[in-house]
């Protein structure tokens, strides 16, 4: 079992950068991908970055290549979510995911890996961004 706890949203106004945490408990060493995706009212769940907890290259979503950037603690079991220049269309839950499995990335469709690719989801952070 691996827990996860979310930190770190708010409210911002457009232009604006927060630094979302997540940090895993329980069996964290069998973790081996970490992401994390958000979901606004009424809209669908969309994968935002993940990566291996073992090292190489992060994944991300075309939505928020270049804005976003996902990174990793391993002393602190925490992942981490940079999101620069927000604008409203960034506003909602944010959540952090994680998998035992041994995939993390773009299938051979060209497809994101899902959110309901993961075993464990945090409870979420809301994200207001502002105009």
């Known amino acids: 079992q691996v827990q996860l706890m979310e930190s770190g949203g708010g409210s911002v106004q457009t232009g604006g950068s927060l630094r979302l945490s997540c940090t895993a408990s329980?069996?964290?060493?069998?973790?081996?991908?970490m992401g994390w995706f958000r979901q606004a009212p009424g809209k669908e769940r969309g994968m935002l970055a993940t990566?291996?907890?073992?090292?190489?290259?992060?994944y991300y979503a075309d939505s928020v290549k270049g804005r976003f950037t996902i990174s990793l603690d391993n002393a602190k079991n925490t992942v981490y979510l940079q999101m620069n220049s927000l604008n409203p269309e960034d506003t909602a839950m944010y959540y952090c995911?994680?998998?035992?499995?041994?995939?993390?990335?773009?299938?051979?469709?060209?497809?994101?890996?899902?959110?309901?690719?993961?075993?464990?989801w945090g409870q979420g952070t809301q994200v207001t961004v502002s105009s």
């Open positions: 995911v994680a998998d035992l499995s041994g995939f993390c990335g773009y299938y051979s469709s060209g497809t994101f890996i899902a959110a309901n690719d993961f075993g464990y």
């Open positions: 329980g069996n964290t060493y069998s973790a081996n991908c």
């Open positions: 990566l291996y907890t073992g090292g190489g290259s992060p």
